[in-house]
């Protein structure tokens, strides 16, 4: 309190030199004050190495302006989504037809997260209400997901098993206590990126809620890459396929050849 | 350490023992009964869940190899024709063109994998059944102690009547190219929807259609499947990014292993024993594509990209 007055006195002679706004002095109170949230970004680019179980990624940020007394009794909390990238999907449903399974019902999604990891402070339900999470699309439950369908029930069902295949599949995922906060008001993040997690173009959203109630929200961009040898293969495969093509079928004719080679000796 | 490795076209990890050993049985079966082991590949990956397409297209890489040096020893020994392999190879390229547009149609409409099913069950049964009943049959002949007498290739007088006839020196045959480029037409579509060389469907036109010499027929086929696979394995990697070079790569160090210990087992076997034992197997491979058909299957709701951006 002392502080805050002696700093009010110091500035005092200055508002008085320049202009009087209110306003000014009230930035400088803190219980008046806007939380921030921001993320420290310190690479924009993460390459998953010759690991092929996984890998980490560690994200940190800041939160600033917080109310020192709700902040001990941790009122504030912190959710950090890591999506990307997105692409066109389809999904079929199997059915009976004629006593065999065949692939019937299709539903195409418009623009989906290949990967979609949610990180919070907390359980989700302790963080704020289900409407506040519909309205940021925020969690699993509430992610959108467009689907190029009229039918609801349909997009319903659809929506529910993509969001099955993907948690199988480790690519969605909600992580309770993965942020966790550090000394002063920094906060941290680890998401685990399993082993088949997509290349491309990904973002980062911050979210910050003080009691309940969500305050801001923050992005940045990231992208994830692959450096080792399956990857490459995979990129040749896709970039230049005829290349790639012709390469296959020396590997198959050189093959056979040295394996009659070494066979013929003995 | 883990001895499970990672597929980068198909995007799965499998035990690398399991890969090679794959091939190696595929290979000694090959060896043992003659044949290219294509249309045990793609099967046996799907059975463990290797997506179709990429089953299909890496099968046709890792025929192109044992054909390949087969072919070539052929030609050193002379018995092989190669203006009619050409002929056949051209009529293999358009078919394979025409199967892989199929085939891209039939992914983008999601029936790729039940019509490569319903193809191998219609092509392994029926093949399987006919050489089942034919091998039983040449075996009860010699139980009762006749000698197995060998089906006179039938007479096929419409055929010799086409047009645009041609003489092939090295077969000795005088024949229409009507019947060669649709045969080779049938072999490279099939070789691309199927993944498989086409062999046992090329010989057997080949003597009872074209009626050409035995001793030809295996190094022309070879020659024709050759070519034929090398094409579809470069327009699979263009059009659909089916081909894993890595596991084509292990399947083949298995096969080239496993070919060997084939073709020793292969001479202590009579050709009856053989051709009822690979009726067997291949009957029992039909059957359990049938049944994975039938059955319910574990995921009913499956997931693809739409444009398989890098």
Redesign the interface.
Known sequence: MIKIVLSLMIIWPVCFLGCLNTAFADELNPSLLVENIDLISTVDQITVGGNYSGSHLYIAGVIENTDPLLWRQNRYNVIVVLEGPNRELIMREKKRKLGVWVNVDALMFKRVPLFYAVATSRQLQDITDSDTYRELGLGLNYVHLRMLSEQTQMKELFRKELIEIKKKQKLYSENIGAVVFAKGSLFKVQFNLPANVPVGAYRVHAYLFKDGAFVKEVSTSLTIAKAHLAYSIYRAAHLHSLWYGIGAILLAVATSLIGQLIFKKD | M?LDI????A?M?LNIFLLIGMGAGVGFLSGMFGIGGGFLITPLLIFFNVPSAIAVGTSA??V???S??GAFSHFKRRTLDIKLGILLVLGGLVGSILGIQAFSLLRAV??L??IIALLYVLLLGGIGIMMAIESFRALMRRHQGRNPVLKRPGNHNWILKLPFKVRFRTSMIYVSIIPVLVIGFAVGALSSIMGIGGGFVLVPAMIYVLRVPTNIVVGTSLFQVTFVS?FT??????TN?S?D??L??LL??GG??GA?YGTRAGRHLRAEQLRLLMAVLVLAIALRLAFQ?????D????????????
């Open positions: 883990s990672y597929l980068p076209i995007e990890s890489n890792q192109i190899g044992s390949a040096t999601g029936q994998d039940l090398a394995t470069v327009m699979q990697a263009i990014q081909v070079v890595v084509a790569f083949m160090v080239v292993i060997q058909l039938f059955i319910k299957p995921d009913l709701f499956n997931l693809s990209l739409v444009n398989l951006a890098p």
